[in-house]
């Protein structure tokens, strides 16, 4: 499975920014609802740290403390694409945000480079 994300760039404190992570690449049997679809993020210096996580059939989300009621992710089946919408964005968001899929296997894409700055 190959995971691409787009949309990030530079916000300023209480802006928002969504991004994006399209998927292919399925092997045979597998779609895009078969896999769990998560977020990620990794500032300077810091561990990659869990963001928030939706489901395969998408009923069910998790959210991180830090992002809670800021952050909303969702998905796209039909574009094989789940999105993160960030709001009221901190200087403490600013990282590297990766998405990640899982079932029994973990994928990962290259990052995308989310900066908050006035």
């Known amino acids: 499975v190959q995971l691409v994300e787009s949309g990030g760039g530079l916000v300023h404190p209480g802006g928002s920014l969504r991004l994006s992570c399209a998927a292919s690449g399925f092997t045979s049997g597998f779609t895009f609802s078969s896999y769990a679809m998560s977020w990620y993020r990794q500032a300077p210096a810091k561990e990659r740290e869990w963001v928030g996580s939706i489901s395969n059939t998408g009923g069910n989300r998790f959210y991180a403390d830090s992002v809670k009621s800021r952050f909303t992710i969702s998905t796209a089946n039909a574009k094989n694409t789940v999105y993160l919408q960030m709001n009221n964005q901190k200087p403490e968001d600013a990282a590297v945000y990766y998405c990640?899929?899982?079932?029994?296997?973990?994928?990962w894409g290259q990052g995308t480079q989310v900066t908050v700055s006035a």
């Open positions: 990640q899929a899982k079932n029994r296997n973990e994928y």
